[in-house]
């Protein structure tokens, strides 16, 4: 299969290199088109635009920061849409609204495409190693056709239903999953450390008892040695973007969500504190700051 690639940030770059290296035909498109040099110079082939990845490709893969970004790049007058050949695939990973997800399903389906959301689960150094999760949605052949390629990138693949939307609903549930994590860490990091104990000792007890889920280890690791700066890491930008969209599709579903309403709130205080760019595990610094502790800046 012949394979394009729009959005090569700090998730879709390592993402793209091992399609190259499983030995795929792969052709890469980003805005600042320096990104791809390094995967040109080990075989890829640079497109134009998003319309010119899609011109001979049997699948398309696409992770980019945000709905209008996707939209851009999928129906904007340069975009995938516009060349993708009846019967191939769009392949999404990015973590979208609810909205804009039907709005990919129900427009390639007007163009004779098909579409497929594979939303992932992991930071880029899990991308880098190949150990993502996937979770995909959508029609079950296309869904079967592309797991190869998905494997390549990603240690294991769950497939979520055939409508796309149930793996973007998913992503932003699971994402929500990891904000209240953080919070609720954060609480317990903060009154210990007011205590007198060391977050430190606090978190080797957790992660050396009933709490060594991954989720506990990596994100409790960066929250009590204040690494809040990692390039490439998530930021409080992107945390409060997945946030109010998981709170809006609580809406459309009529599920209320007050935790989520909780790390909303979080993330738009991190924000007003100068924090927007930081890793998202910044919050533990809101909490602290409740608690009446110094900041690492002090």
């Given at each position: 299969m012949k394979i394009g690639f729009v959005g090569l940030g700090a998730m879709g770059h390592p993402m793209a290199r091992r399609l190259l290296e499983a030995g795929y035909d792969v052709t890469v498109w980003n805005r600042t088109a320096g990104k791809a040099d390094d995967l040109v110079a080990?075989?890829?082939?640079?497109?134009?635009?998003?319309a010119d990845v899609a011109v001979d490709a049997d699948v398309v893969f696409s992770i980019l920061f945000d709905d209008a970004s996707t939209e851009r790049a999928t129906f904007g007058s340069d975009g995938l849409a516009s060349t993708l050949k009846a019967g191939a695939a769009h392949v999404c990973c990015s973590t979208l609204s609810l909205d804009q997800a039907r709005r990919l399903r129900d427009g390639h389906a007007r163009h004779g495409q098909v579409y497929v959301s594979a939303n992932v689960l992991g930071r880029p150094p899990a991308a880098e190693a190949g150990e993502l999760f996937v979770m995909v949605a959508g029609p079950a052949d296309s869904c079967e056709k592309i797991t190869p390629l998905l494997e390549a990138f990603g240690k294991k693949v769950f497939v979520v239903g055939d409508d796309p939307v149930q793996a973007n609903l998913l992503k932003l549930s699971l994402n929500f999953m990891i904000m209240s994590t953080i919070e609720q860490m954060a609480e317990v990091f903060a009154i210990n450390e007011k205590s007198?104990?060391?977050?430190?000792?606090?978190?080797?007890?957790?992660t050396g008892s009933f709490f060594d889920a991954p989720v506990?280890?990596?994100y409790g690791k960066l929250m009590v040695d204040h690494a809040y700066d990692k390039p490439g890491a998530p930021s409080v930008t992107l945390g409060l973007k997945d946030t109010e969209m998981?709170?809006?599709a609580g809406h459309d579903y009529r599920v209320p969500l007050p935790y989520a309403s909780i790390a909303r709130d979080r993330f738009?205080?991190?924000?007003?504190?100068?924090?927007?760019s930081r890793d998202f595990v910044v919050l533990m610094e809101r909490v602290r700051q409740d608690a009446g502790l110094r900041s690492p800046r002090d």
């Open positions: 080990k075989g890829a082939h640079r497109a134009a635009s998003p007198g104990t060391d977050p430190h000792t606090v978190f080797d007890i957790m506990h280890r990596n998981f709170l809006a738009l205080a991190a924000i007003s504190a100068g924090d927007a």
